[in-house]
């Protein structure tokens, strides 16, 4: 990116709120951000909106480093937001890390 | 990043349709990074498989089932769309289009794809509201808003646009009547035989078809309301579609100066007279032919592609297309010369009792047409012997009845060249499925139809697609086991599944995936829900459920609706309710303010439209008052419907609305392979309807009537009686037994009837009918699970709430 590093980290909370092969959501300014823990604890963050008819990607079944929309069964890639063949079209992904134990966010300004 | 860089040429596509996104796609696909890309499309969304329409329009299928290109697409790829906005002027000088609204966007190759536009016949009154063509997404829109029950539609043209337009309306209980002005119908697709066949079987759906039928007005005050036949009759209508015939669009490539005939002339690499613009699809003239079909757009884009992007050198060959109608239920295939004439011999088939008929037209030992009526299962093998031009002679004898008679040396698929095109619908050739089969390891239909989307939209190449697939896999495909995998995660099917897991003593998710193999760390949406389930049913009150394996609405215990909210439906024992449930609910209602309260066809109530957060309140109010959780959600035990029986109604000979609390006290919550729904009449007039439902009740003066394996889903299908008892004992038994039975060996998703189906009713009776020990001990097995599924699951969900709300708010 063109370090545009304006971005805030800010804590949302710990990874044991969020259940393994979960998610749990985040109110921001950009709207609803769902962070996903995996059963590996990686932590992934995407907006809450499937690319297919906004689906709660949040509620969805999370498996391998996806997640499937709770709607219709588009699967979408957790680390880069995109769905996956034959299903065409990209969630945004939010920037999100852990530190400890802690998981911190960077959405909106 | 996507810098646009100088070097980009600037390539505009006018028309957002089949042909324009094909071009664009052969485009991308040969230089992705070549052009800056602009579409117009003068329909307000991405681009959608048109010949879908009609499914659509019958409510076989969703609008969004047939978009092939939405938003993200375009984004995705940095192609500006602009979408609901026309192009009315191309302005050759400066290069530059200009759309109905303004917006001018400059090219260096400009491609036009703007179809055709349906033909209005000019009668008057052809221009009153209710008179539409059949071409987009919105002429669906509005004839479907025209379809109540007893409206009367009449479709114009009785050709295939014209009769899948009438099929669908009919489909919603619309009167339609056809108008066609020759003596046959499709008279470009069929000869006379079968056309009266067509008749015959479109009139037995309740269609009214009028041949001869020329229209002289259409008359009405702000919309339709008649039409006047030449011949004096009068039909009324409160919807005229007119499927008479299409012209290729061509209005601004005429105002532009571009050499126009019946539609855009173009050169064989697709060129019109203006070498910086192409044109393909449905507006082009190409060697003074217009075309009709998909087919030979799909061609045409790759020509034009090849000339654009100057990979290659391409031209353009028309070929033979073949028509099929997509009229479920009716099935044939047409193509080429079909009616034959002088220096052709016809071969000619008929079953009237069966309803098939086929005739082909042989020039010089091959085949040049073919019609196939009632049977069109072999169109693919005839359509590749009339497309090669392969001489026949040798095989001529049996031809008429397909390959497998006719000892046809190579059938079908694998003599196929790499690009024969298979799915017609979305334009999947030969070579690309080969390749999909091979890279990925595929072995299933489904495999090959999920990536290429070969076989997805009218799936009539199904057969074709599942011919490749056994000539890629050759004698993999043949030994690899009937049995279908549970899922892309294993090779195993359910029932090894379900063995391994009692056999082994396989006790968590984890322990199963391990021990047989899985390809994946943790399964998938299909694999997880089914091992839960498995594990569950085998390992009662041992297995710890798992609920991040549970599909959303068994894990919110409430049906996630479009919007993200949620539905709660309280049980309803038998369909009873009382003032105090029914202020409960009411309270809940207003307090949380729920926006929607409807009664549903289980004789229960819906609240509608509750936000996440809010579930666990209205789950402790509602508990509150006594009620508990409805299981609408879950592969579980839903309603038991009831009828008011002798307690009330004059007929009933046994208190049937007890009899359905008591079965719904024992069986609910239970977990199922699918849902299961239980119903109990009073008498045979059966009005709980009893005979569609997985387990159903009917009383009669001697005792109770059992059935089994009812649906009233997808496919209606009436249940199986499954044995005669007398006492309440035994139908709470029998039910038990059923359910456990039902239970232990149904696959995960597999309703009653589908168990049934597989298993057979003989099975059944011989497990739980004539063997009573075994009846007992299923029953036994069924209440010894029940203990640890009775808890009603709102009351545990409540007191976690905070599992139902934001993590953080970090507005
Ligand atoms: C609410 C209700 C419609 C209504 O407003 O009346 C309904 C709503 C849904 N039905 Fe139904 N069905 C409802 C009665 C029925 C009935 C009628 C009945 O039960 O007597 C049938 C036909 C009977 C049958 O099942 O054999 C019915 C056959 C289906 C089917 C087709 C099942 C099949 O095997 O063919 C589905 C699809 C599925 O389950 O895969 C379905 C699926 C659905 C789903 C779950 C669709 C979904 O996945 O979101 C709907 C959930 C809406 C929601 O969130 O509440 N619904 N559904 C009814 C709830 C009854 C209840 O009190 O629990
Ligand atoms: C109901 C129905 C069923 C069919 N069934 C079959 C079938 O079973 N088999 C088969 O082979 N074929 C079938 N067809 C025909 C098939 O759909 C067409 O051959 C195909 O869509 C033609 O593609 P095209 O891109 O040339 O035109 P279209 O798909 O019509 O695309 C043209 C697009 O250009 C847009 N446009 C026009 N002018 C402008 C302008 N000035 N500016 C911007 N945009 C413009 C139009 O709005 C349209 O969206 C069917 C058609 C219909 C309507
Ligand atoms: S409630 Fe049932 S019938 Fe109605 S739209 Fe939903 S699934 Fe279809
Ligand atoms: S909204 Fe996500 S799959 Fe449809």
Not at chain 2, 486 to 507: N, Y
């Amino acid at each position: 990116m063109d370090g545009v590093f304006s971005q805030t980290w800010r804590d949302v909370g710990a990874l044991d709120d969020i259940p393994r092969q979960g998610a749990r959501t985040v109110a921001t300014a950009i709207g609803p951000v769902a962070v996903f823990r995996t059963l590996d604890d990686s932590v992934f963050a995407l907006e809450d909106s499937c690319p297919h008819k906004q689906g709660k990607l949040s509620q969805g079944i999370v498996h391998g480093h996806s997640v499937t929309c709770p709607l219709h069964n588009w699967v979408i890639g957790l680390a880069d937001g995109i769905a996956a063949a034959p299903d065409d079209g990209c969630t945004k992904t939010v920037p999100v890390r852990l530190e400890g134990r802690r998981i911190l966010l960077a959405a909106g300004p | 990043m996507n810098m646009i860089s100088p070097t980009r040429r600037r390539l505009v596509v006018v028309g957002n349709g089949m042909a324009g996104i094909r071009a664009l796609e052969e485009i991308l696909e040969r230089a992705p990074q070549a052009f800056d890309i602009v579409v117009f499309g003068a329909e307000p969304h991405g681009n959608y498989n048109r010949i879908m329409l009609s499914p659509v329009l019958a409510g076989e299928k969703t609008f969004a089932d047939i978009v092939t290109h939405d938003a993200a697409w375009y984004a995705d790829r940095n192609i500006e769309l602009v979408a609901g906005e026309a192009v009315v002027e191309i302005d050759r000088t400066t290069r530059e289009v200009v759309g109905e609204r303004g917006t001018r966007r400059g090219y260096d190759v400009l491609l036009l794809a703007t179809g055709s536009d349906p033909f209005i016949l000019p009668v008057p009154g052809a221009n009153l509201p209710g008179v539409i063509g059949f071409r987009t997404i919105a002429d669906v829109h509005t004839m479907l808003e025209s379809c109540r029950p007893c409206a009367h539609a009449v479709v114009i043209g009785g050709g295939l646009l014209g009769l899948e337009a009438a099929n669908g309306l009919k489909q919603h209980g619309v009167d339609v009547t056809v108008l066609h002005i020759l003596p046959t119908l499709m008279e470009r697709q069929l000869d006379a035989v079968s056309a009266g066949m067509m008749r015959a079987d479109l009139e037995a759906r309740g269609l009214r078809v009028l041949t001869e039928a020329s229209t002289k007005a259409i008359v009405g005050e702000d919309r339709v309301t008649a039409l006047h036949l030449a011949d004096g009759r009068e039909l009324k209508a409160d919807l005229v579609v007119m499927a008479v015939g299409i012209r290729p669009s061509v209005a601004l490539a005429r105002a532009a100066g571009l050499a126009v005939g019946r539609g855009v002339r173009v050169d064989d690499a697709m060129r019109t007279s203006d070498p910086a613009i192409f044109a393909v699809g449905e507006c082009v003239e190409h060697r003074g032919q217009i075309f009709g079909l998909v087919a030979p757009l799909w061609d045409m884009a790759k020509v034009c592609a090849d000339t654009i992007t100057e990979a290659a050198e391409s031209a353009y060959e028309p070929a033979v297309s073949g028509t099929r109608l997509k009229v479920t239920g009716i099935d044939m295939f047409s193509a080429g010369d079909f009616l034959g004439g002088e220096g052709t011999e016809e071969i000619v088939f008929r079953d009237a009792a069966r309803g098939i008929h086929k005739r082909l037209v042989l020039r010089d030992e091959k085949l040049i047409g073919v019609v196939l009526y009632g049977d069109a299962g072999d169109s693919a093998w005839y359509f590749d012997l009339l497309k090669s031009g392969t001489d026949v002679s040798a095989m001529r004898d049996g031809l008429v009845f397909g390959p497998a008679v006719a000892g046809a040396p190579t059938a079908g698929v694998e003599a196929l060249p790499d690009e024969a095109e298979i799915c017609g619908c979305n334009g999947v050739c030969k070579s690309k499925i080969l390749a999909v089969i091979s890279e990925h390891s595929l072995t299933t239909v489904d495999a090959v139809r999920a990536r290429t989307k070969a076989s997805a939209s009218c799936g009539s190449c199904t057969g074709q697609v599942e011919a490749l697939l056994k000539h890629a896999l050759g004698n993999a495909f043949d030994s690899a086991p009937r049995i279908r995998a549970m899922c892309k995660c294993t090779a195993h099917g359910h029932d090894a599944v379900r063995a391994e897991i009692r056999a082994r003593g396989l006790k968590t998710i984890p322990q199963v995936m391990r021990a047989l193999d899985w390809s994946t760390p943790d399964g998938c949406h299909s694999c997880r829900p089914a091992l839960n389930y498995y594990l569950l049913c085998e390992w009662p009150g041992e297995y710890r459920d798992d609920a991040q394996s549970r599909f959303v609405n068994e894990r919110m215990h409430a049906n996630i609706q479009k919007d993200g909210t949620y539905s709660v439906v309280p049980r309803m024992w038998g369909g009873l309710t009382s003032a105090k449930e029914l202020r409960a609910i009411a309270d809940v209602v207003d307090r949380y303010e729920i926006p929607t309260v409807k009664v549903t066809g289980g004789q229960r109530i819906d609240l509608l439209g509750v936000k996440r957060e809010q579930l666990p309140d209205v789950w402790r109010d509602l508990n509150a008052a006594g009620m508990v959780s409805g299981h609408a959600y879950g592969k579980a035990l839903r309603t038991v419907k009831t009828c008011v029986g002798s307690e009330w109604c004059r007929f009933g000979t046994q208190d049937s609305t007890s009899m359905g609390v008591a079965l719904e006290q024992m069986c609910w919550g239970s977990w199922t392979p699918h849902k299961v729904k239980l119903a109990v009449s009073g008498c045979p007039r059966n009005c709980a309807e009893s005979t569609i439902k997985d387990f159903g009740v009917i009383a009669v003066d001697s005792g109770w009537e059992l059935h089994v394996a009812g649906n009233g889903g997808i496919k209606v299908r009436v249940t199986d009686q499954l044995a005669k008892v007398t006492t309440d004992a035994d139908v709470l038994e029998y039910c038990g037994a059923f359910l456990q039975l039902y239970r232990e060996e149904a696959h995960y998703l597999e309703r009653t009837a589908h168990y049934v189906e597989r298993v057979g009713i003989a099975h059944v009776k011989a497990k739980m009918v004539e063997d009573a020990a075994n009846r007992a001990a299923l029953h036994a097995r069924f209440l010894f699970a029940q203990i640890f599924s009775q808890d009603d699951p709102w009351e545990a969900e409540a007191q976690k709430a905070s599992r139902f709300a934001d993590l953080a708010s970090v507005e």
